[in-house]
């Protein structure tokens, strides 16, 4: 009896055990190669953005120094003059460690940032933040689940201090993942939420979450990066000029823009309109974009989340504010004077905290070839970025001292409309 009652449960039992030796033994934490961390880099998909402890490697890698470059799509038009391909053909001390795709706007890159505080503290980084995600409702819940996953909310959890901030982000956190959403990490961010404090069996529960999912983290990142870095970043630094000059990359780049924007009247890169506007109609898109406006959104209090946790770790930071193709606004009536008044809202939020570092490119989308496509930067764009970045990042240095106010975490500040007068509110 015992020997068949063995047959039937020992397979089971045997499996649990080694489950939870997977899950909760120590593991080899330096694990990933020199390859990996180049792939990831640049790998710019889902899990890898997810992923804690490649980045953190990563991120700590005393003979590569990469920088997170935060932002979302505009990393993955990687033409010959992307930041990344720049960086390795110029052998630069610093290779862009790029955090972002569609849909990662401010709040999705706070609760990303979590699961890589100790690598970003007194460090510098890249933040390009897009005026096109201050829309009135802000994230996309969609989007912004997507890309969030339980591990950043236990990192969250971690570092908890019951703060304004951590309570307007729980509340956040709950109204993007909805009512119905249930378990044990829900009804923590809940307390948070409702200003109460964790007690010792929560903090228990959170500590176990975190423990198997760093070791899942761990387990299973070493196959999720893809090949972005051999496919679509090494082979373009051949087309480049073999010494370094802006002169010499300018030239280039307009000589690439000319061929591979023949086919519209908008210097939208060709395969780029034939894909994504063609198929659509063109009459249809006339006029499309005349009710949108980026001037009152949640998005500015998410955007404050990010503040908070660079000034709290002493990150010195360069914003990049992105334009959008001129010609193409134009087309589809898009408000360029609303557009700059988001801008203002920006960089004021920015520059009353101190945060000074920033490259406002908004009123460039009509010079030629600076924009790949209705949005996003591209050949001349990419230099001009370049022209600022690189000198920040070649020559580091320390954060200033921030002035952090929180008041940015409130719907007044949503809803302002910015003039002279009410900005003096908020200093």
Same mark, same amino acid.
């Given at each position: ?5 063995? +047959? ?71 033409? /010959? ?23 990662? /706007? *401010?709040? =999705? ?39 969030? !996953?339980?591990? /950043?909310?236990?990192?969250?959890? $971690? ?37 109460? !404090? ?28 893809? $090949? ?71 998005? @500015?209090? $998410? ?24 010609? &193409?606004?134009?087309? =589809? ?6 557009? +700059? ?6 960089? @004021?939020?920015?520059?009353? +905290? ?7 490119? *908004? ?49 007044? &500040? ?14």
């Amino acid at each position: 009896m015992k020997k068949r009652l063995w +047959q039937i449960f020992g397979p089971v039992i045997v499996a649990f055990l080694a489950l939870l030796i997977l899950l909760f033994a120590p593991l080899n934490y330096s694990h990933f190669s020199v390859k990996d961390e180049k792939k990831a880099a640049v790998a710019l998909n889902s899990i890898t953005f997810k992923n804690q402890q490649l980045k953190k490697q990563a991120l700590s890698d005393k003979k590569t120094r990469y920088v997170p470059f935060f932002g979302s799509s505009e990393w993955e038009r990687m033409d /010959q003059f992307h930041p990344s391909v720049l960086a390795n053909k110029y052998h630069r001390n610093y290779r862009p460690f790029l955090l972002g795709r569609r849909g990662t /706007q *401010s709040l =999705t890159q706070y609760f990303a940032m979590q699961t890589i505080l100790p690598e970003l503290k007194n460090k510098q980084a890249v933040f390009v933040i897009s005026p096109q995600w201050f829309v009135k409702k802000g994230v996309d819940p969609a989007e912004f689940n997507y890309y969030f !996953s339980n591990l /950043q909310g236990t990192e969250w959890l $971690d570092s908890n201090t019951n703060s304004r901030a951590d309570r307007y982000a729980a509340d956040r956190l709950l109204k993007l993942q909805g009512e119905d959403k249930k378990g044990i990490l829900t009804n923590i961010y809940k307390r948070v939420a409702e200003r109460k !404090s964790l007690t010792k069996q929560e903090k228990w529960e959170i500590y176990l979450e975190k423990v198997v999912l760093e070791h899942e983290d761990q387990l299973f990142s070493r196959f999720q990066v893809n $090949d972005n870095y051999d496919r679509r970043i090494l082979p373009r630094t051949k087309y480049l000029p073999r010494q370094f000059s802006y002169r010499n990359l300018t030239r280039s780049a307009n000589r690439v823009a000319a061929r591979q924007t023949t086919n519209n009247r908008f210097g939208i890169l060709n395969r780029f309109y034939s894909g994504r506007i063609k198929p659509f109609g063109l009459k249809r898109l006339k006029g499309a974009q005349r009710n949108i406006s980026y001037v009152q959104s949640p998005e @500015y209090s $998410d955007f404050q989340l990010v503040l908070n946790e660079f000034a709290k770790l002493k990150v010195n930071v360069m914003f990049v504010i992105p334009p959008v193709n001129r010609k &193409w606004a134009a087309y =589809t009536g898009l408000d360029l004077n609303n557009y +700059q008044e988001a801008v203002k809202k920006i960089k @004021y939020q920015l520059k009353s +905290q101190s945060f000074n570092n920033v490259v406002d490119l *908004s009123k460039d989308g009509g010079k030629p070839h600076f924009m790949q496509d209705t949005i996003h930067l591209g050949w001349c764009g990419w230099i001009a970025f370049d022209k600022k970045v690189n000198p920040f990042l070649s020559h580091p240095t320390k954060a200033p001292k921030y002035k952090i106010n929180n008041n940015f975490l409130s719907k007044k &500040w949503q809803r302002l409309k910015p003039n002279n007068a009410n900005l003096k509110e908020f200093k």
